[in-house]
């Protein structure tokens, strides 16, 4: 499985990343290329520590 550690997989990440335009087409779902972009860096500032989440609770999967 590929890994952002390794230094190949991050260089094809990013080319890939830089072939998309704000008029990119979605393959599936509803986001645009920006949004989905904005989306998942998001959820890596989340696992980082960068972006403060509200604890979830875990019965319910909402937030207390």
């Known amino acids: ?3 952002l550690y390794e230094e190949q997989s991050r260089a ?3 080319r ?3 072939t998309l335009t704000a008029e ?3 393959r599936w779902g509803k986001f ?3 949004q989905m972009l904005a989306h ?3 959820a890596l500032r989340m696992y980082l520590g960068d972006l403060p989440v509200a604890p979830r ?3 319910s999967g909402t937030s207390r």
Request: hydrophobic share 30%; glycine share 0%.
């Open 57 to 59: 609770n875990p019965r």
């Open 40 to 42: 998942v860096n998001d």
């Open 16 to 18: 890939r990343v830089s």
């Open 32 to 34: 645009t290329a920006p």
């Open 12 to 14: 094809a990440l990013k």
């Open 1 to 3: 499985m590929p890994s």
């Open 24 to 26: 990119t087409t979605p």
